[in-house]
């Protein structure tokens, strides 16, 4: 049965060993894989999730040792959010005050508890307390005890020039459906699906166009079971919206086409499978710097280039 929603966002970092440190340490991420740009062999592509590294857990970086700040504007990803157990959001509040995090106050939003906060680069993010979300497995080997530990994505929020278009797209091709409107947001949700099953839609027009660069949302990338399923959606972007996808591409762990949809956020679709077990056993993800294999014969001159990463939790 196919299982639509996020399934990771990948965005601009700073320092690697400063992203590692607060993903790993402060927010008690595990770093499920070590690999590098495929396009720019030269910087990490650094990959923190659950214990297996799910479809709907996964936020990876690009970090640039020198990277500007970004700015945000409209046609960008406003909010990456995740999903913590309902009672967990006093535990975060004292933890971000401990470690210095920058939060906004606690806030409600479509009846949901909301502790919004920055990552060292600006990045905008967000905890939500979901109800039931303590009897789903947490990662515990890393900072943060298991029943306060982030349980996957909740959603995305999206700042764009108006709704119609875009949701046009997340309901007709990548299985969300039209839910509730709270102010001026509108809120798409897959039916039945908890983990990564929210985009939330934002119409600013006439606002600022962004600046990519560090603490900036790089691409959100959408569910598709196989190669077939992916190839269907991308057959309808096609027929039904006048959009092209590229190529598909394989990046080990997925395999992904790439598409702007229509208010101008770079948009993917990701294969469930093979997933991160496929060059590493469980147990060990995380732990290695991987290569595919039209890199793996230039191994030595790209370790020599790769910065530290510290030593992750």
């Given at each position: 049965m196919s299982q639509h929603g996020i399934h990771h966002v990948t965005a601009i970092a700073g320092p690697a060993s400063r992203n590692v440190g607060f993903y790993t340490r402060t927010l008690g991420l595990r770093l499920v894989k070590r690999t590098v740009n495929f396009d720019d062999p030269g910087t990490w592509h650094l990959y923190y999730g659950d214990e297996a590294g799910a479809p709907g857990t996964i936020l990876t970086f690009f970090p640039w040792e020198h990277a500007a700040p970004g700015r945000l504007g409209v046609g960008e990803t406003q909010e990456t959010v995740f999903?913590?157990?309902?009672?967990?959001?006093?535990?975060?509040?004292?933890?971000?005050?401990?470690?210095?995090?920058?939060?906004?106050?606690?806030?409600?939003?479509?009846?949901?508890?909301?502790?919004?906060?920055?990552?060292?680069?600006?990045?905008?993010?967000?905890?939500?307390?979901?109800?039931?979300?303590?009897?789903?497995?947490?990662?515990?080997?890393?900072?943060?005890?298991?029943?306060?530990?982030?349980?996957?994505?909740?959603?995305?929020?999206?700042?764009?020039?108006?709704?119609?278009?875009?949701?046009?797209?997340?309901?007709?091709?990548?299985?969300?459906?039209?839910?509730?409107?709270?102010?001026?947001v509108t809120r798409f949700q897959v039916p039945g699906t908890a983990m990564g099953g929210i985009v939330d839609i934002r119409p600013v027009g006439g606002f600022l166009k962004p600046r990519p660069g560090a603490g900036t949302v790089h691409h959100v990338a959408f569910r598709a079971a196989d190669d077939a399923e992916e190839a269907a959606m991308a057959q309808k972007l096609r027929e039904n919206h006048r959009i092209a996808t590229t190529e598909q591409k394989d990046r080990n762990y997925f395999r992904s086409i790439y598409f702007r949809e229509p208010g101008h956020v770079l948009f993917e679709i990701a294969t469930d499978q093979p997933g991160f077990a496929v060059d590493e056993a469980p147990a060990a993800l995380g732990q290695a710097l991987k290569l595919p294999d039209f890199l793996e014969g230039h191994r030595s001159r790209i370790e020599g280039l790769l910065p530290s990463l510290g030593e992750p939790a």
């Open positions: 999903r913590v157990p309902e009672g967990a959001i006093g535990y975060w509040t004292h933890r971000f005050l401990e470690k210095g995090v920058a939060f906004d106050p606690i806030d409600k939003r479509f009846g949901e508890t909301v502790l919004a906060f920055r990552d060292p680069d600006g990045m905008r993010l967000a905890l939500v307390a979901v109800p039931g979300a303590e009897a789903e497995p947490g990662w515990s080997a890393g900072e943060v005890p298991a029943e306060h530990a982030i349980r996957g994505f909740h959603s995305v929020s999206l700042l764009l020039e108006e709704a119609a278009p875009t949701g046009a797209v997340l309901t007709d091709v990548l299985g969300f459906a039209q839910g509730a409107t709270e102010g001026s």
